[in-house]
Every structure is written in C-alpha cells, then in structure tokens.
C-alpha cells in the first residue's frame, strides 16, 4: 500500500490507484492520513465533517466510511482480522504508515535528513534532499475534500509545515549557489501565500540568482501593491532589502517607492541574456471555477515539470463537453511555476467552428517567434521549422498545451519529446496513433460526473443548500446533461441567474427533446462540429441509431439497425467514437449520453423521412424480440416457448450460448427493453409488442419488478387485443393476474386469471391452463383461502403432467408445500416440497432448483430441524448467486441470519444480515417487490449483543455447492 495527502488524497493498492470514493469519505481518509500512527477521536471527525451542526445519523456515516475504506484497503482481509493499515484504538481511529508507505512521512524524514547534512556542512547534498521532499507536494494539502474540511488546523498545519521548509531550503539553496533548484517550489508557496513577507524575500533573491531580474522587480512591485491595497501597508524591511540586493545594494529608490534597476546591472543583464529566447506565457484564464476531476488531475504530469513516467505527452480525450480544456487548462495552471522558462497554448481548431484545422507548420511559426525567434528567421519548411523548434527549447522547462487537436498527424510535429518539456494534447479523438509503438505518451479519457461529481459541480455554483433541498431535480439533471461539465455549467448559470427559481423549474425546461440542446445551445455546437468531421456512412449510422432509446447498446443492435453485416458496422463505429459522439464501453459495448442521443434524434428528424425512420425501429424491434427470446432459452431451456416469425433481412440477433452472458445482456438492456414494449404498442407494432412483453415475464417476477412488470403487460394486452389474437391475450391475462396479485390488487388479479383460464380452455392450451391453475392457487394463499388454494395447486399438478412439463410439476409440487405450511402441516409441506426436487433431476434450471432449496429450508425451521434449514438456505443462496439475482440473494440471506440465530449461532447470523445489508446498498434493489425492511435487520443485529472488533470484521459466508434435503 501507499498513501497520498500532500496533494490529492491518493492511495495505491499494488501499484493500481484505488477510487477512495465520495469527497466526505477521502476527507475521512485524509484526517487519518494528518496524524499518522496517532487515533483520531470519532467525535472529533464528526465536529471536521460537520462543525456545530451534524445530522442525527453522522455517527453510523463515519462508521460506514470506515469500514468501506477498509474493505478497499485490504478487501482479502481475513476474518476476524484486525488489519494492517486501518486500526480501531483509544475511541477512534489510526492509520498505521511508515516514510516507505505514506508520503508525509517520507517528506518529514527527508527534511530531517536535509537538516543534518546542511548541519553538517555538506550544504549541496542537504538542498538536494530539501528538493527531493518538495517535489512530494503534489498540490495544497488533500486538494479535491470539501474546502470546509479543508480549511481544518489538522489539515492546514501541514501546509504552513511546508512553507515553513521552502523557506530554509531557499536558505540553504541560496548559499551554495543552486536557487534554481528551489525555484518551483517559490512560486507555488508565494501564489498561496501572497501576503508571507519573508518569502516573498526569498524568491526575489532566487529569481536575481537564476537570471531573472526583471521578473524579481515585477513580483516586487506585485506584492508592494498587494499590501498598500489589502492591508494599508508598505514592505517591510526583509522584503525591501531583498529587492535592493536583486539589481545591486546601492540600487536607488524608483519615484514610486519600487527599485530603479543601476545601469550597470540592466547592462550586465543584457549581456548575459540569450541571443534567442523569451518566457512566453500563453495560457489562456483559468476558470473561475473548477470541481472534481481529482483522479484525472493525480494522472498528469507532476507540477515541478518532471513528467511523470517520463512521459513526452498526455491526450486527454473525451465526449464534447466533456471538459477536456477545462482540465488542461486548470492543471497547467496548478503546474506553471514549474516550468520558469514558459508556457505555449494553440488552440489547433480540431473540431472548433472557427475554420479548418490549423496546420502545424502555421503553430510553429508561431511558437517559434514566441520563444524569441525573429520573424525573418523562422525556417519556411515545416520539418525546418520542428527542428529548429526543439533546439530552442533543449534544456529548457517549457510547458506546451495542444488544444482541440482533430487527429495524431496534426500534433506529432508540436511534440517537443525533450526532458522537461511535456506536452499536454486535448481531442475528441483518443489520437493512439501517436503512439507509434513508444512508451512516452500517456492517455487519459474523461468519462461524464457522475450523480456526486454533477452535485458538487452544481453546489459550487449555485450554493448547497439549494441542491441538498432539491434531490430529485439534481438526479434529473444529471440525466439530462450526461453529467458533461460543459452542459452542467450552462444550467447552473441559468439557475443562478434565478435564485428564487426551483430547480424544477429547470429541469422543465430541459426535458422536451430539442428544448435540450436548445437550452445547451454550446453542447450542440460541439456535437456538429464532431458530427461535420464523420464519412458519410458513419453519419448515417449516426442517424440511424437514433432509433435507440438506450443509452449503451452492442456493435450487433448497431448492425441490425442499419440492416447491414456486422464487420463494416465496427469499422463505422470505431469512427465515430474517434471523434467522441460515441464512448466505447464494457463488454464491447458503446456509450451515448442524453445530450448526443437528442442531437443525433434531430439529426435523423432532418436527414430521413419517416419510412425509413420506421424501417429502423422495425429492424431494432426485431432484434431485441429474437436476442431476448434466445435468452430466456438459454436461462430455462425446459422451460414455455412461443412461436416466433422470422426477422426482417439485415438484422442480426445477438446470440447468448451461457446463462452469465444471457443475464448480462438483460441486465445491460432491460430498462431499454420496458421502454420498447410501450414504444411498440404505440407505434403500431402490435405482435413485438406482445411478444417482448412475454419474453421479459419470468425476468421480471424473478427480479421483483411487479411495477415496470405490470406496465408492459398493460401496452402488451392493448396490443394483443387490437391483433384479435385470443393466444396472446390469454398469455398477458395470466402473467397480468400474477403481477396484480404481487402488488396485491386481488381483484384486479381475480378478473385477469378468470379471463386467462377461459381463453386457454377455448383454446384447449393444457400447459396455459395449468399455469393459470397455479396463479390461482398463490393468489388464494395471499388471501387466506388456502382450502382454494390447494384446488388450484393440484390442478396445476394434473395439467403439468398431462402436458409433460417437468419444470412445472416441480413449481406446483412446491407451491404444494407453501399452501401446507400456511395450514401448519409441515410434515405434508416437507413431503410435497422433497418430491419437487425430483423432476429437476438432470435438468438445468438454477432457478426452479433454488425456489426448492429455499421450500426445504422453511419447512425444517418450523420443524426445529435448525441445521437442515441452514442448509437449504445456503444451497438456494448458491444458486441465486450464480443465477445473478440480487433479489432473491438479497432475501436468502435474510432467512439464513434468521436460521443462525435461532441455532443459536449469533457470529454467523451477525455475517449473515450484514452480507444481506452490503447486497442491498450495492445493488439497485429500489424498484424490485416487497422486501424485508431494513430497519427491522439492523434491530435484529443490535439484539445479536455487543459487536467486539473481532465480529466486526464482517466475515464471508461461503454459499454450500450441496446440500440435504
């Protein structure tokens, strides 16, 4: 492990960077950091994070940010284990570092060692080590935690430890002749502290020695008027003779009270000047304002110009609007200081309105002359004009920032690719063909804020108060900006501008389609731009996905949409990420946020008539209908089927041969695939309709989803009556009766299976009967009527049979059980739910296998038989597991605590609702069905008594492979 907090709070875990999380938990992170080896109080976390007023619940959050921390620390940490890094002692907490781990330490042990060797009188070496612990300092002391904690004695004595060892390195350094070394770290410490006197002394005296005089008389003049406007106040006597010995101690007053250069100083200093060269100093403003972007920042090149990793080049790339010169911006800003001999900008025009790209022999021109290069002899030929370029800047510290850069032929003649002279590149474009094989250029994409990044870029703005009482429009927003910065700082000025507005009142505005970019008028500007720079085959691709409603989707929903093969569909989409109006993602997936989907939507409005927008969605309802129909047969190959019509010619089904790959996929699509359902219905495609509706049934009950369930099935059953079609309408009734009953609208529920076992008794449907025969009978049970439900259960037992459906003799056996168990029979329920098993032998179907295990282990807790219950709950829990429903992992582990505690296992039940409590914050569990209340699992963990560390270390329950029934 390593630790940071001089600079951004950072921590590796071999050598990978960890994300620490939220700014209140890296502020958590960084107080620990302050006090190395020493606890910190939890009162005493709570009073930095909160001040005089913390929430009722501010002792379970720095519990919470606790125990996350640790589990990124050491997330393979035994058992029981007290940690190596994290400690719990003396009513708080520590964290244990040593110099080799934790760079405060390591800086205090060099500035130690600088002392004894300037002591010593080896002057030289000691200002080499006050150098090396400098250049630790990363930026002010845990830059990117909020500035309130921040602004903290335990946080700010570590800045003032710093300024404090500039000044007598500068000492030291101005002695044996090296000011220049210490020149950097000057500057950045007069910057933020612009009134210290004593320093300011001490980077006149290091500019006079380094050659830079006239710069030393301008900081002069600078402060002088910093401290008459701000403080009333003249120079006092340190700061005063410092400016006399910059051009010499008999140098006379100026008239204005600054210091008159002698001639023969100014004389001296143009003597020594060189022939060619000057300090350009292009950037252009920093922002005003600048929020998150703390990670990214970690990754550039470090601020005393020593690229980091050697590296001759960073490309930072991104969506448009992704904030791409914000950051370069805002970091060679940050980084200025260590580079004296300048900054160059170029705006290169990329993908900019104001014209065609720049060519890069025109920027030279300009760099050139910029460094001091008279006009008359820049060279005419651009590889001239390269050439001449890096040997003016050799063995210099010169910044260089490329920004908008459209492609890597554009940049490569501006990469100056010499020690102390890095580049920073901006582009929509990843720009990888710099490369070209060498290990000097490093990239780095900006992906979009998300919900906390868009909240604190929003907070700054507009203030926090305001947007903590505005929840919901915040998350909308987020939404309908992408959390690109750029979109986000044009809304927050426009909620500025209205300070007795609600938030919702914006977020008004920007819902309706076109009023988003309407609204963000910047953002469209920058999604045309990328847009004018595409083939036309990969606009038109462009335009044809804008009959995708989601926001990622696979390279073979892109080639069913445009009715063409697989392999030129890649190709297209690889360019248009290259100019960032799409962002590759996991799994070979791709990435458009709401801002680029509304663009390409008015694109497609536009550029297409409506026929051929309809043949689209067409191919698109296609392939969604025929990919989830082959995973639902990948998920049950036992299990009902309907009768499919082929696809229209073009489209291309993804195929999902193993249950993981089938679940990933629905997981990746199925808000996209509620949405079509009703996009179907209203579009007049009725049987797709129907069908996706019925495609998505045993996911959705199985995942709890009865809301968004009870939705699609609503347009599903519109659809199906408007075809006439007697077999899809029994089918929705039925599966609509079962998600009535779910959200307990029984006579909803009464009227839709009443209806479904009519259709399929005309129809002479024996498996639909059965089935609806089953909903009956868990309807009754929920009602209380278990003499009705045994009906309808051993109804759907006899029909089961007769069709030969294995996986339904298995459900109505255990549905047997159930109605048993409620009638107090558990000999019966444990007989009835034992033989459900059976029909499952040799068949794959997880989770039919799971509802069993699950049965089995109701029936012997309430035959006392507590280690047998244990034991079916863990072989459902497995199953669930590996079935990749959260949902049911989530109550599995409930009813396990549950068994733990009565076997009187208090350790194991603790693991086991704790385990329950990470799956539901960790998994989106919000819209599934009724689920036991979280409240009621922590009042059972309080009871479980005293939590020592030992228990507290949340040990991990290993879900048994087998078990006995």
């Not at 679940?663 to 949405?675: K, N, S, T, Y």
């Not at 259709?759 to 009978?777: K, M, P, S, V, Y």
């Not at 089995?856 to 006392?864: A, D, K, P, V």
């Amino acid at each position: 492990m390593r630790f940071a907090v001089l600079g951004p709070v950072r921590a590796w875990r071999d050598g990978r960077l960890l994300e620490l999380g939220p700014p209140q938990q890296r502020a958590v992170l960084a107080l620990l950091l302050a006090r190395p080896g020493h606890p910190v109080e939890v009162e005493e976390i709570v009073d930095v994070l909160w001040g005089d007023d913390p929430p009722v619940s501010a002792l379970t959050v720095v519990y919470r940010h606790i125990g996350l921390l640790r589990r990124l620390l050491e997330p393979d940490l035994p058992t029981r284990a007290f940690g190596q890094w994290l400690l719990r002692g003396a009513g708080g907490y520590r964290v244990e570092a040593d110099p080799d781990s934790l760079d405060l330490l390591r800086f205090r042990r060099l500035t130690q060692d600088a002392r004894r060797r300037r002591d010593s009188g080896a002057e030289d070496l000691g200002v080499a080590q006050y150098v090396e612990a400098l250049a630790l300092w990363q930026g002010p002391t845990a830059d990117g935690i909020p500035s309130a904690v921040r602004a903290h004695p335990i946080l700010t004595a570590l800045d003032r430890e710093r300024h404090a060892v500039v000044k007598e390195a500068a000492d030291a350094a101005l002695r044996c002749g090296r000011a220049g070394a210490l020149l950097g770290a000057l500057r950045r410490c007069a910057d933020e502290r612009p009134m210290d006197e004593p320093l300011h002394a001490r980077l006149l005296q290091a500019l006079s020695a380094t050659g830079r005089a006239q710069e030393a008389v301008r900081t002069y003049r600078e402060v002088r008027t910093r401290l008459g406007e701000e403080l009333g106040i003249g120079p006092g006597a340190e700061l005063r003779a410092a400016a006399r010995l910059v051009l010499g101690t008999a140098a006379p007053e100026a008239p204005d009270g600054g210091v008159r250069p002698t001639p023969a100083r100014a004389e001296e200093r143009r003597s020594t000047s060189p022939d060619v060269f000057s300090v350009p100093a292009q950037l252009p403003a920093d922002l005003p304002v600048f929020v998150g972007r703390q990670r990214e920042l970690a990754l550039m090149p470090t601020p005393d110009g020593d690229p980091s990793g050697g590296a001759a080049a960073v490309v930072v790339s991104g969506t448009p609007g992704s904030g791409k010169t914000a950051l370069a911006v805002r970091w060679a800003h940050r980084a200025a200081a260590g580079f004296p001999d300048g900054q160059l900008y170029a705006n290169l025009r990329g993908f900019g309105p104001g014209g065609p790209p720049v060519e890069s022999a025109l920027v030279l021109g300009w760099f050139l002359q910029a460094l001091g290069v008279p006009p008359e002899q820049v060279p005419a030929d651009e590889r001239e004009r390269s050439r001449r370029y890096r040997e003016v800047l050799a063995g210099r510290r010169v910044l260089v920032v490329l920004d908008d850069a459209r492609d890597a032929e554009q940049v490569r003649p501006l990469l100056p690719r010499l020690p102390g002279c890095p580049a920073v590149v901006t582009s929509r474009g990843p720009l990888e063909d710099l490369a070209e094989g060498a290990d000097d250029v490093r990239f780095l994409t900006l992906e979009p804020f998300d919900a906390d990044e868009t909240r604190d870029c929003l907070a700054v703005r507009i203030g926090g108060d305001r947007v903590a009482s505005e929840e919901d429009a915040v998350t909308e927003i987020t939404d309908l900006t992408g959390g690109l910065p750029l979109a986000l700082a044009v809304v927050a000025a426009r909620a500025g501008a209205r300070p007795d507005f609600p938030l919702a009142a914006t977020v008004a505005e920007l819902r309706d389609g076109r009023a988003d970019l309407d609204a963000l008028a910047e953002v469209r500007t920058a999604c045309d731009a990328s847009y004018r720079a595409l083939s036309p085959a990969a606009a038109r691709l462009v335009r044809t996905l804008a009959g995708h409603p989601g926001r990622t989707f696979d390279v073979f929903l892109a080639a069913s949409a445009a009715g063409v093969p697989v392999e030129p569909v890649r190709e297209l989409l690889d360019e248009i990420a290259g100019v960032s109006l799409l962002t590759p993602a996991a799994e070979g997936r791709f990435a458009r946020h709401r801002p680029l989907r509304v663009h390409a939507a008015e694109l497609a409005e536009t550029h297409e008539d409506l026929d051929s927008r309809r043949a689209v969605l067409h191919r698109i309802l296609d392939h969604c209908l025929h990919t989830a129909h082959g995973a639902v047969r990948t998920l049950s190959p036992n299990g009902p089927r309907i009768t499919l019509p082929p696809p229209e010619p073009g489209v291309t089904p993804s195929a999902h041969a193993e249950r993981g790959a089938a679940l990933a996929w629905f997981g990746a699509e199925l808000p996209v695939l509620l949405d079509m359902v009703g996009r179907a219905a209203r579009e007049g495609f009725d049987r797709h309709a129907w069908q996706l509706a019925w495609a998505l049934d045993r996911l959705l009950d199985q995942q709890g989803l009865h809301h968004d369930h009870t939705d699609a099935l609503r347009s599903a059953l519109e659809a199906a009556r408007r075809l006439g079609d007697p077999t899809a309408q029994a089918h929705v009734h039925r599966a609509l009766g079962r998600a009535s009953a779910r959200l307990d609208r029984h006579h909803k529920a009464h009227a839709h299976l009443r209806r479904a076992l009519e259709l399929f008794d005309e129809l002479g449907e024996t498996t639909g009967q059965a089935r609806t025969h089953g909903e009956f009978g868990r309807l009754f049970d929920r009602q209380g009527h278990q003499a009705h439900a045994l009906y309808h259960r051993e109804q759907a037992l006899e029909g089961y049979r007769a069709a030969g459906d294995p996986v339904g003799q298995s459900g109505a056996l255990q549905a047997l059980g159930r109605t048993h168990t409620l009638l107090g029979q558990y000999r019966q329920a444990l007989t009835r739910t034992r033989q459900a098993l059976e029909p499952l032998r040799g068949l794959d179907e997880p989770h039919a296998e799971a509802a069993v295990w699950r049965g089995l282990g109701h029936c012997h807790q309430h035959l006392g038989s507590h280690q047998r219950a244990v034991a079916g709950y863990q072989r459902a829990l497995h199953l669930y597991r590996g079935a990749g429903d959260q949902y049911n992992e989530f109550r599995s582990l409930v009813w396990l605590g549950d068994a733990h505690r009565t076997a009187g296992d208090m350790v194991a039940a603790r693991a086991a609702w704790r385990q329950a409590l990470a799956v539901r914050d960790c998994a989106d569990l919000t819209a599934h069905g009724p689920l036991p209340p979280v409240e009621a699992i922590r009042t059972g963990l309080r009871g479980l008594g005293p939590d020592d560390e030992a228990a507290a270390s949340r040990p991990t329950l290993r879900a048994v492979p087998g078990g006995s029934a």
